[in-house]
């Protein structure tokens, strides 16, 4: 099955500053890659996903890179905000199979 | 729109006792999923149907969950006889589609059960 690894476990970045997660996964099948925010007694929300034939996608300040080959995806967060600071969940899935989650990553925002 | 709907929001029950987790989906949504999630696990999917078909269950952890979707609009998820390890908080999700996962799911505000 797929293992999903995410990192860090906590990070702390000074309001205005960028913010990068990272995941790795371990089957090349997987094709579909979400990153939830979930604050904090909140439900996981879908900030961002990107798909296995795309290689970069962007909405506003939140960007998510696939890297196929080294078969690692990361979240860009750029400009933060306290309003960023929550637990931030990737994902990776194939059409059919399970749904993994990686372990999360605490962000604080610092003003 | 109401959004995917749970309940309880909150149980407290003794080891033993049959638990029920209900959820109501997104109206028209026909894609249903129930997750768990603890401290030591993380987000776990627990089960998923597509119009009211159970699609994937191996993420049940064992026979004593069960769930059911007996119409588009109503999901149960079940615990029977329930444990101490089983407290966590359950989320429901739906989406619209064919039930495919890698569709945009909408979650719940999840019911946060507590086993004793």
């Known amino acids: 099955g797929e293992n999903v690894e995410q990192h860090p476990s906590t990070l702390s970045v000074q309001e205005g500053d960028s913010a990068v997660i990272k995941c790795t996964y371990s089957?090349?099948?997987?094709?579909?890659f979400p990153w939830y925010k979930q604050e904090l007694g909140k439900r996981p929300q879908l900030i961002i996903d990107i798909r296995s034939n795309v290689g970069e996608k962007k909405d506003q300040r939140i960007a998510v890179t696939l890297n196929k080959t080294a078969k690692h995806f990361s979240l860009h967060i750029t400009e933060t905000q306290p309003e960023d600071s929550a637990v931030y969940f990737c994902a990776a899935t194939y059409t059919g199979n399970q749904f993994y989650f990686g372990t999360g990553t605490s962000l604080t925002v610092i003003p | 729109d109401a959004g995917v709907i749970q309940s309880p929001r909150h149980e407290v029950t003794e080891m033993g006792q049959e638990v029920t987790l209900r959820c109501k989906p997104i109206s028209g949504h026909n894609s249903l999923f129930w997750y768990r999630q603890t401290m030591m696990r993380g987000l776990e999917l627990l089960i998923y149907f597509n119009n009211n078909v159970p699609i994937d269950d191996s993420g049940m952890p064992e026979d004593r969950f069960s769930a059911k979707m007996p119409n588009a609009s109503f999901s149960t998820l079940k615990i029977q006889p329930s444990e101490p390890r089983d407290s966590a908080v359950y989320f429901c999700?739906?989406?619209?589609?064919?039930?495919?996962?890698?569709?945009?799911?909408?979650f719940g505000p999840g019911t946060r059960l507590l086993v004793l």
């Open positions: 089957d090349s099948a997987s094709n579909y």
């Open positions: 999700a739906s989406s619209a589609g064919t039930g495919r996962l890698e569709e945009t799911q909408y």
